[in-house]
């Protein structure tokens, strides 16, 4: 049984990149030339097809997304944690049902 693709993005502090398997999460994108790989937990590479840039918003402020590998295969859309806090020179901070995040000053 399917059940599509995950709309949402998921913080995750281990990974590498920001990544997705939708393209419209992407605002600009280029074609991904290079024959690089994103490699799953259990081993399985993903073809990367595009790289680009998007943007979360939220009332308070914008979160910038830079240098988004779109991977087709990937079934959740991923934030590399650490990426996003030196973007946007920001603080995360992690609750048990929501975060905060505040630009440095």
Same mark, same amino acid.
């Given at each position: 049984?399917? +059940?599509?693709?995950?709309?949402?993005? +998921?913080?995750?502090?281990? !990974?590498?990149?920001?990544?997705?398997?939708? =393209?419209?999460?992407?605002?600009?994108?280029?074609?991904?030339?290079?024959?690089?790989?994103?490699?799953? !937990?259990?081993?399985?590479?993903?073809?990367?097809?595009?790289?680009?840039?998007?943007?979360?918003?939220?009332?308070?402020?914008?979160?910038?997304?830079?240098?988004? =590998?779109?991977?087709?295969? !990937?079934?959740?859309?991923? =934030?590399?944690?650490?990426?996003?806090?030196?973007?946007?020179?920001? +603080?995360?901070?992690?609750?048990?049902?929501?975060?905060?995040?505040?630009?440095?000053?």
């Amino acid at each position: 049984m399917s +059940y599509g693709v995950n709309r949402n993005w +998921y913080m995750d502090t281990g !990974a590498t990149d920001h990544i997705t398997g939708e =393209l419209d999460k992407l605002s600009v994108r280029d074609k991904y030339h290079s024959g690089d790989q994103v490699h799953t !937990a259990m081993g399985l590479g993903m073809k990367i097809t595009h790289i680009g840039h998007g943007t979360l918003h939220f009332p308070s402020h914008d979160i910038h997304l830079r240098n988004i =590998l779109h991977v087709p295969q !990937a079934s959740k859309s991923l =934030l590399f944690v650490n990426k996003i806090a030196r973007d946007n020179n920001a +603080y995360l901070e992690f609750h048990p049902d929501h975060f905060f995040s505040s630009n440095r000053k």
